[in-house]
């Protein structure tokens, strides 16, 4: 784990409370821009573990994502203040929008403000999905997977607990498959016996091992 000071942390789980507008494509996004991008406390690898356990846990996941990301940097502490600070300031933001909106909601200016802020939300959780799909999916066989959890998601209507167990299958028995692929093979001219042979001759006599060889 990093050891990171909790002044560095609260300016960076701060930030990350405060500007937590847009679900949690945003958040994530936010997440992933501080604590990876600017500050280096986490790796690309172990953020991206992190999300996919935390989509897979009921709940908010970019809460358990912070939560995670608190702890992994600073332990125990850490993972309380960031699942601290991820959740207060945006609420004290939110109170005070929601009072502002029901005591001056009627005013055009208030109204064309909110208009304004519900487009940046909009703009800020596609780029935010854009970005996270360019970061996960690095090759063809992901993105095939993406794609295809996609299309099951919208035209046969499958609940999302089933296309990921799906999609999880198909990456695994594809991880194994080129696991195989890749696992060296024995000379084709030589049998099992012959390199059993070669390994007790290495081991007991090496000088006759090496004579049997030259000649």
């Not at 300016?11 to 679900?23: E, H, K, T, V």
């Not at 991008?37 to 690309?44: D, Q």
Request: net charge positive; glycine share 8%; hydrophobic share 40%.
């Amino acid at each position: 784990m990093s050891t990171q000071t909790l002044p560095d942390m609260l300016r960076a789980f701060g930030r990350i409370g405060l500007l937590s507008f847009g679900g949690p494509a945003a958040q994530i996004a936010i997440m992933h821009e501080e604590l990876i991008e600017r500050r280096r406390w986490l790796t690309e690898d172990q953020f991206l573990r992190a999300l996919s356990l935390c989509m897979l846990l009921p709940g908010p996941e970019a809460m358990q994502l912070a939560t995670y990301a608190g702890w992994r940097i600073r332990g125990v502490v850490g993972g309380l203040l960031a699942g601290l600070l991820f959740v207060v300031p945006g609420a004290l933001v939110i109170f005070a929008l929601a009072f502002a909106y029901t005591s001056y909601g009627q005013v055009p200016l208030v109204q064309a403000a909110f208009c304004g802020h519900q487009g940046c939300g909009n703009y800020r959780s596609a780029t935010s999905t854009s970005k996270t799909w360019e970061q996960s999916l690095r090759d063809q066989f992901c993105l095939g997977l993406s794609r295809i959890g996609i299309c099951r998601l919208v035209c046969v209507r499958v609940t999302f607990p089933s296309d990921h167990r799906c999609c999880c299958y198909l990456w695994v028995r594809h991880k194994q498959s080129r696991q195989r692929n890749n696992r060296p093979r024995p000379h084709p001219c030589r049998s099992d016996a012959a390199h059993r042979f070669d390994l007790v001759c290495t081991v007991g006599r090496p000088d006759a091992h090496a004579l049997a060889v030259a000649g």
